[in-house]
């Protein structure tokens, strides 16, 4: 059981590249978030998932985009990076009890993305 | 979700309990209480929630007070291991993936 699993963890970007970020979870969680940290700040919402084929914004989801094709996995997408997007990801799943979401979030170590 | 104060930082001995406050004055009487913590560069790590009465797992203490405005967590005998920042973050359990909201935290470190 691996839990959340975050590809790739390191990347360099030059400005105007696109790149995609893996997350896969083995837990079978309906709920599948993104979010971004940069240095001396909280995390921020990106974009998150309720299930398979269902993404919708987060807080800051401008210059992202998010697929949920498998129940297991979601994709965070970059079309076209710029150095304001040097950050830390996280990607974090979560599940359901009684129709309730438990807000006991898993989340993964990180991919950290640079864009010179 | 009603919005928490933390301290800033906070410094605790080695093999004491380190008891770390959160201020949710204008919580709501549907909204839990939730804390995360977040060791240097990895992912937060979920610790424990709760409602009104106190809760205990094998990471913590919540003691949250009567009339809900406050709590804290308690880590009953710190070690090196457990510096890191702690989020305590309060929110209303319903369907859907709503993301939580994380502030900054109180950083704890734990002396030698």
């Known amino acids: 059981n691996a839990g959340v699993t975050q590809t790739p963890k390191f990347r360099v970007l030059k400005t105007g590249q696109s790149m995609t970020l893996l997350c896969a979870q083995d837990m079978n969680h309906e709920y599948m978030y993104w979010y971004r940290q940069d240095p001396g700040m909280g995390l921020r919402l990106i974009h998150y998932?309720?299930?398979?084929?269902?993404?919708a914004k987060g807080e800051v989801p401008d210059g992202y985009n998010v697929s949920r094709l498998k129940k297991q996995n979601f994709l965070l997408g970059l079309e076209s990076a710029a150095p304001s997007q040097t950050s830390v990801y996280f990607c974090a799943s979560s599940y359901e009890v009684g129709g309730a979401n438990t807000g006991e979030l898993f989340f993964g170590e990180g991919s950290r993305l640079t864009v010179l | 979700d009603a919005k928490t104060t933390q301290p800033t930082s906070m410094d605790c001995a080695e093999g004491r309990a380190a008891n770390l406050p959160c201020n949710h004055s204008?919580?709501?009487?549907?909204?839990?209480v939730y804390w995360y913590r977040q060791i240097h560069s990895q992912g937060p790590q979920y610790i424990i929630h709760?409602?009104?009465n106190n809760e205990t797992n094998e990471m913590a203490s919540l003691i949250i007070t009567e009339d809900r405005k406050s709590s804290t967590l308690i880590l009953p005998h710190a070690t090196l291991r457990d510096t890191a920042v702690y989020y305590c973050i309060v929110r209303v359990p319903r369907g859907g993936a709503d993301g939580l909201t994380f502030g900054k935290g109180t950083h704890l470190i734990i002396q030698p």
């Open positions: 998932s309720v299930g398979e084929g269902t993404t």
């Open positions: 709760g409602l009104k």
């Open positions: 204008t919580i709501s009487g549907n909204e839990y």
